[in-house]
């Protein structure tokens, strides 16, 4: 990259370095005529301040990292997009990371986002973090660290999450509120605290309805995908042939479930009735359209990025911070697949 | 944040900074006592090397910017997963910006991704973008540009893309040859180069097959969205009962299509057979599953980040470089909405 510093400015216009600085700067000590050379003369040489220069001045990049399991993900594409939108407003750049759900690899990218530098990180952890080591390093260096969704309750720092149990206890006393008797629960991996509250959510609408709670309707998630949901309904139903209700961890393995279902022509919701959660983009096209719980995902983006910036912003100034936790509602969305029109 | 510097952990050792920096970077000519206790303290005391130092240095910040038009849409999520993929197994950082399918926020995110100083940008333009100045700037800068999908036949740069023109001339034909005769286009918007030639791969199929165009069957997308499709194929419907095929510039739309179809009994394919673009992953999954050509997204990251690493690396070695356009396979992919079995 061909780098124009101040210097030539000033030795093809004859004129001093701080003349340049203080023109380019709008400071009205420069007369208008010299201002304008300056500009025009910097614009045709593609002039740009030097921003590292810059950054060992304020000690500011004005960039956060977030760090994330997969971008491929309707929940996690839309929180990026909460994020981005909020940085772009606040004049923030956003490196985005991927976990690839390796505790590995999210401690290698985290120590990547502090060698370069961010003002702060934004992270939702991986399935497979259950050592805090990396995250505790975030906090030793005095970097501003918000937590969603995929949180460690032993990490003392901002968070934006749900109500996870109440959610799926919602979603559970849905399928026992239109007759579901017998409810198997597709549940998450066994490290992630979103997986285990929903797990929760499950066991306490049954006890609360005077349902006995068996272990064996519990199937347990590895990687959480759609073909997963398709070997699990194959299962489920060999093992339990007069299931009648399915609580799925996630819209994406609910689909599968469904996928399972229609080719083998079980029928949703009349035999099997089910319900997912995060309102995928998908569960209101497909056939029949997935009851689900709402999870408000590009809000969570917008809030964490601005829990991240209060901390930035007091930690600038010196000023005390005490770190939030920002509770966001969900709500159920009943659509075909869980309740049959009388 | 605190900055520890190799000065207060030469000064807590009683040895000189050169030699703190040598044991840090394991040169042979410290002891292995020093090079350990060296090693320690950084560590306990959580320093790191100022990456800003390094960067004035050797004038790398190992960071790439990526323009998108948005983050959630199937194929996008897809390109930025093979881009972040490829760039952290070179130590590079990815910065993701979205245009938003705005010309304006396309122009402002490149300034600021130039003023962070990027070693290069990988670009799939905006619907908007038909001015190429903000460009013509990167390439002012001697910044590597890499193009993908959406690109600028005018800019010369390295490109990733397709045949848009063939791959629309075989969906087109993949519906002719199931029978139809009367093929409605839904159309991307007017200005992106993918858009123009899929309507060309249509028209010059209907050519080939000696169907006569006609204008009338052409339904152009403002915002390319799901509501779109189904609007549209309202509307297709009143305007022509007999049409018999649809191809729509992508899944998103023909999704939209189907939902309406489904919701007031039109039959697909018996009445209307259906064709798609990108392989969108509900495609799969929803009733009849849709035909589409399938776009290798993960790979056209893959080989954006190459092609841009290349330049980057030539550009740091003062060696030369040319340009490249590679163009990646696609591939028809026939499901239930474009054929009925015999």
Redesign the interface.
């Known amino acids: 990259?061909?780098?124009i510093t101040l210097k030539e400015i000033a030795t093809k216009l004859g004129i001093s370095i701080t003349t340049v600085s203080k023109a380019l700067k709008g400071y009205p000590d420069v007369s208008e005529k010299t201002r304008n050379s300056v500009l025009e003369l910097a614009k045709s040489l593609?002039f740009?301040?030097?921003?590292?220069?810059v950054?060992?001045r304020t000690?500011e990049?004005r960039?956060i990292g977030l760090v994330i399991p997969?971008?491929?993900?309707?929940f996690f594409?839309?929180v990026?997009?909460g994020i981005?939108?909020e940085a772009?407003k606040n004049?923030y750049?956003?490196?985005?990371?991927?976990s690839g759900e390796s505790l590995a690899?999210e401690i290698k990218?985290i120590e990547?986002?502090?060698?370069?530098?961010v003002d702060g990180i934004i992270i939702s952890l991986s399935n497979e973090s259950n050592d805090d080591e990396h995250l505790r390093?975030i906090l030793?260096?005095?970097?501003p660290l918000v937590m969603f969704d995929k949180i460690s309750k032993l990490i003392k720092c901002s968070k934006v999450i749900i109500n996870d149990q109440k959610a799926a206890f919602e979603a559970t006393q849905h399928l026992i509120d239109n007759g579901c008797k017998k409810i198997v629960h597709i549940r998450g991996p066994v490290n992630p605290q979103n997986a285990i509250d929903r797990f929760l959510g499950y066991k306490k609408a049954l006890e609360k309805n005077n349902i006995p709670y068996n272990s064996n309707l519990v199937y347990t998630c590895k990687n959480v995908t759609?073909d997963e949901g398709k070997e699990f309904a194959e299962k489920i139903i060999q093992d339990h042939p007069d299931v009648d209700g399915i609580f799925a961890v996630t819209d994406l393995v609910a689909?599968g479930v469904?996928?399972y279902f229609?080719k083998v022509n079980i029928k949703v919701p009349n035999q099997v009735k089910l319900i997912g959660f995060s309102n995928w983009?998908?569960s209101q096209?497909?056939?029949p359209k997935l009851s689900t719980v709402d999870q408000p995902s590009y809000e969570m983006g917008v809030q964490s990025f601005h829990l991240l910036m209060e901390e930035m912003n007091a930690?600038k100034e010196s000023k005390p911070f005490t770190i939030k936790t920002i509770e966001l509602a969900t709500s159920i969305i009943e659509r075909e697949s869980s309740f049959v029109n009388q």
């Open positions: 990259m061909k780098d593609h740009t301040p030097n921003s590292f220069a950054n060992l000690k990049s960039t997969e971008v491929v993900h309707h594409s839309n990026i997009n981005i939108d772009e004049n750049l956003v490196i985005i990371v991927q690899l990218q990547l986002l502090l060698n370069k530098r390093q030793a260096r005095e970097i759609f689909v469904l996928d229609n983009f998908m096209v497909i056939t930690r």
